[in-house]
């Protein structure tokens, strides 16, 4: 079967505002350091007053098309299926989107574009406000069985179950995914997603999803263990291929029962957004492009270690053709 995307993602659309604070602001604004809190539009705006005069960068975004457009950037093909508002954020998106070559069929809604105002502190925690607007309104019409058909992979956020509409565009493209015999690849996302969702995550992980992707917390909420052996073991048991990073200290791979421990690369943080999703695109990319899961693996570390040394969730400087052959050289 022939295909024209690497990978297939699907999730909310966001255009990603990152300001360098230091930790008064949040404490006048009050929300809790370092998580992601969804917030009503009245508030989003009541925060980007606050921030007014911080240094501020954007770029189109949301976790899994940050992930797409990593992808993109080490010069895999990528689609998405998220959805914009008829506005200049949402223009924004989507031509950021498309001059990296991402194809976006989803056709934009009337109503705001969603937005995610990242505070990133000195310690380089990074608090995520999110307002969401018309992306939460991405819905099981707006998944297309012909695009998923060219994919190698289909790869789902968890965040869209934390909406009606998104989680039934999600489960829908799980479901022509199978169908089609395209692999699945998703990432838990969040605890608190877990915590709400997780008799469900665990029903896609035993029967639909081939490649799950989490960090060491969601892991030991998803599995109540403690231990990242025995945490990345026990999905084993039930997904093809697991994902586990465990940031400095590196990832943990499993593939066909064995397990590859990637090493960690040392960087100074200055802002952890996108570190997973940079990741996540560093596997992808790999596994669909003839590396070998130690070789995707080693790529997505030294990515992830990438983006966390500068401000935001898309590298400034991606890798070059020969950097990347450099990198995977004798691994």
């Known amino acids: 079967m022939s295909t024209s995307y690497d990978v297939y993602g699907v999730g909310n659309s966001l255009v990603d505002i990152q300001a360098q604070i230091d930790d008064s602001v949040l404490e006048t604004l009050q929300f809790p350091k370092g998580i992601m809190t969804l917030v009503d539009e009245a508030t989003q705006k009541r925060v980007l007053e606050t921030i007014r005069g911080a240094k501020i960068t954007r770029c189109a975004g949301g976790s899994a098309a940050n992930t797409i457009a990593g992808l993109a950037d080490f010069g895999g093909k990528g689609a998405y299926a998220?959805?914009?508002?008829?506005?200049?954020?949402?223009?924004?998106?989507?031509?950021d989107m498309r001059d990296l070559g991402v194809t976006n069929e989803v056709p934009p809604a009337a109503g705001q574009t969603g937005a995610c105002v990242v505070l990133i502190s000195d310690d380089a925690q990074r608090t995520m406000l999110t307002h969401l607007g018309v992306s939460a309104t991405l819905g099981p019409d707006d998944i297309s069985e012909a695009e998923i058909r060219k994919a190698k992979y289909v790869y789902i956020e968890g965040y869209l179950f934390a909406g009606d509409s998104t989680k039934v565009a999600a489960m829908k493209a799980i479901e022509l995914a199978k169908k089609n015999n395209v692999k699945v690849a998703f990432t838990v996302s969040d605890p608190f997603l877990i915590n709400m969702h997780r008799d469900l995550f665990w029903s896609l992980i035993q029967d639909s999803v081939d490649l799950l992707f989490c960090n060491l917390d969601e892991a030991r909420s998803l599995t109540g263990l403690v231990?990242?052996?025995?945490?990345a073991q026990k999905i084993h048991h039930h997904?093809?291929?697991?994902?586990?990073?465990?940031?400095?200290?590196?990832?943990?791979?499993?593939?066909?029962?064995?397990?590859?421990?990637?090493?960690?690369?040392?960087?100074?943080?200055?802002?952890?957004?996108g570190a997973g999703d940079m990741y996540a695109a560093g596997v992808l990319y790999g596994i669909t492009n003839g590396l070998t899961w130690k070789q995707a693996g080693h790529l997505a570390s030294h990515a992830a270690a990438r983006v966390v040394a500068q401000l935001g969730a898309r590298l400034a400087t991606p890798f070059t053709r020969a950097e990347v052959a450099k990198l995977i050289e004798g691994v």
């Open 227 to 231: 231990d990242p052996v025995d945490c």
């Open 82 to 95: 998220g959805k914009t508002g008829v506005d200049e954020l949402g223009e924004f998106w989507l031509k």
């Open 239 to 273: 997904a093809a291929d697991v994902a586990l990073t465990l940031g400095a200290d590196g990832s943990l791979l499993m593939t066909g029962g064995a397990a590859i421990p990637i090493e960690g690369v040392t960087t100074k943080a200055v802002d952890t957004t």
